[in-house]
T-cell receptor
Framework: AQSVTQPDIHITVSEGASLELRCNYSYGATPYLFWYVQSPGQGLQLLLK??????LVQGIKGFEAEFKRSQSSFNLRKPSVHWSDAAEYFCAVAFATGGGNKLTFGTGTQLKVEL | DGGITQSPKYLFRKEGQNVTLSCEQN?????MYWYRQDPGQGLRLIYY???????QKGDIAEGYSVSREKKESFPLTVTSAQKNPTAFYLCASSSPGLNTGELFFGEGSRLTVL
């Protein structure tokens, strides 16, 4: 069965500092990988996705992620964090279900930004 | 604007009562999903539907039921058989095929059992 691991439950960074959120997956084939962000009490918004091709993908809000097959990882990065980036971040993996996107989510990483 | 509307945003119920959460979308998406979110556990899939009048169990379907009579609507009933129903429930939809890759989420419904 596929699974997603986000080893960091909480991360605190200073505004302007760089950020890296870790994500590892377990899956038999090349997965489809996603990062979502959730503000308190809200739904989730897609930041970026990887299907194939270039292993470094760019997303919204200045985020990027790199797919490393050898490490089964898809870490999310941002060069300079803004206070508005404080939120919970979820990594997810998907496989084809013949018509729908059935995602398996990690347990999330809560990001706190210190001013 | 197109999107997903969940209602109610907050709901309280007594033990032993069934409750139905509404999810409506005007994105013309074929697939719809219900996830449950608990602190520290991420999102877990309850039920999903790829087409009208068809749905499948997800990872934690016990104690829940759904229907998909219309493309736009995918209501979730939390029955009295659900042992621990207090949680944040998220509805999502997507276009068919993984080439889109994106789930569109509603703003969630928080259910509290008193």
């Amino acid at each position: 069965a596929q699974s997603v691991t986000q080893p960091d439950i909480h991360i605190t960074v200073s505004e302007g500092a760089s950020l890296e959120l870790r994500c590892n997956y377990s899956y038999g084939a090349t997965p489809y990988l996603f990062w979502y962000v959730q503000s308190p009490g809200q739904g989730l918004q897609l930041l970026l996705k990887y299907f194939s091709g270039d292993t470094l993908v760019q997303g919204i809000k200045g985020f990027e992620a790199e797919f490393k097959r050898s490490q089964s990882s898809f870490n999310l990065r941002k060069p300079s964090v803004h206070w508005s980036d404080a939120a919970e971040y979820f990594c997810a993996v998907a496989f084809a279900t013949g018509g729908g996107n059935k995602l398996t989510f990690g347990t999330g990483t809560q990001l706190k930004v210190e001013l | 604007d197109g999107g997903i509307t969940q209602s109610p945003k907050y709901l309280f119920r007594k033990e032993g009562q069934n409750v139905t959460l509404s999810c409506e979308q005007n994105l013309n998406h074929d697939a719809m999903y219900w996830y449950r979110q608990d602190p520290g556990q991420g999102l877990r899939l309850i039920y999903y539907s790829q087409i009208v009048n068809d749905f499948q169990k997800g990872d934690i379907a016990e104690g829940y039921s759904v229907s998909r009579e219309k493309k736009e609507s995918f209501p979730l009933t939390v029955t009295s058989a659900q042992k621990n129903p207090t949680a944040f429930y998220l509805c999502a939809s997507s276009s068919p095929g993984l080439n889109t890759g994106e789930l569109f989420f509603g703003e969630g419904s928080r259910l509290t059992v008193l």
